[in-house]
């Protein structure tokens, strides 16, 4: 059974930084990608950025140099470091494992929620 917990969100002011972190349970299997989605009430999810399991990177247009994906293979464990935040950056991000390979696996965390004031 594969688990996704996300961890690192909060309340920061417009300007400031923050460090989210995703930490997967379980068997991962090789060909995978992870990655961070965000989505407000009545909207669609976006994707905010992922990472393959060989490093490759792919960011959304509203964060690109702003947002920095990485992850630790060895510790299951995916990160989002947000710098330079803007309130339009408020949403719960969502952690993701994604199998592109295998349609129909995709694993996603309960959320954590971003609150960026101005």
């Known amino acids: 059974q594969v688990q996704l917990v996300e961890s690192g969100g909060g309340f920061v002011q417009a300007g400031g930084s923050l460090r989210l972190s995703c930490a997967v349970s379980?068997?991962?299997?090789?060909?995978?990608?992870m990655g961070w989605y965000r989505q407000n009430p009545g909207k669609q999810r976006e994707l905010v950025a992922i990472i393959s399991d060989d490093g490759a990177t792919n960011y959304g247009d509203s964060v690109q140099g702003r947002f920095t994906i990485t992850r630790d293979n060895a510790r299951n464990t995916v990160y989002l470091q947000i710098n330079s935040l803007k309130p339009e950056d408020t949403a719960v991000y969502y952690c993701?494992?994604?199998?592109?390979?295998?349609?129909?696996?995709?694993?996603w965390g309960q959320g954590t929620q971003v609150t960026v004031s101005s």
């Open positions: 993701n494992l994604d199998y592109p390979l295998s349609a129909g696996s995709s694993y």
């Open positions: 379980g068997t991962i299997f090789r060909f995978n990608i």
